[in-house]
């Protein structure tokens, strides 16, 4: 059997939202192997859905606070 689990891998900046571009906070592991990434908004939306068809949805919203933390230090980017 090759049940390897993959390391879990964290969101940067450079991640993006399948459906609308903006920069993805949860990440979806589809029950067939696939990985989808979805803005806030976005995950909102499918998450009925796709917690249905058995995907784990790994939520990495919890970063934002550190984020827009060292964002407000450091001005606008
Ligand atoms: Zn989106």
Known sequence: MTTAVAPTRE???????DRCGARAYVRVELPGGG???FCAH??????????RAGAA??????????????EDSAGPV
């Open 35 to 37: 990985e989808l990434l």
């Open 11 to 17: 969101l940067t900046a450079a991640d993006r939202c």
């Open 57 to 70: 949805i790994h939520d990495e919203s919890g970063a934002l606070a550190d984020v827009a933390a060292n």
């Open 42 to 51: 976005h995950a909102r939306q499918h998450a009925d859905k796709l917690q």
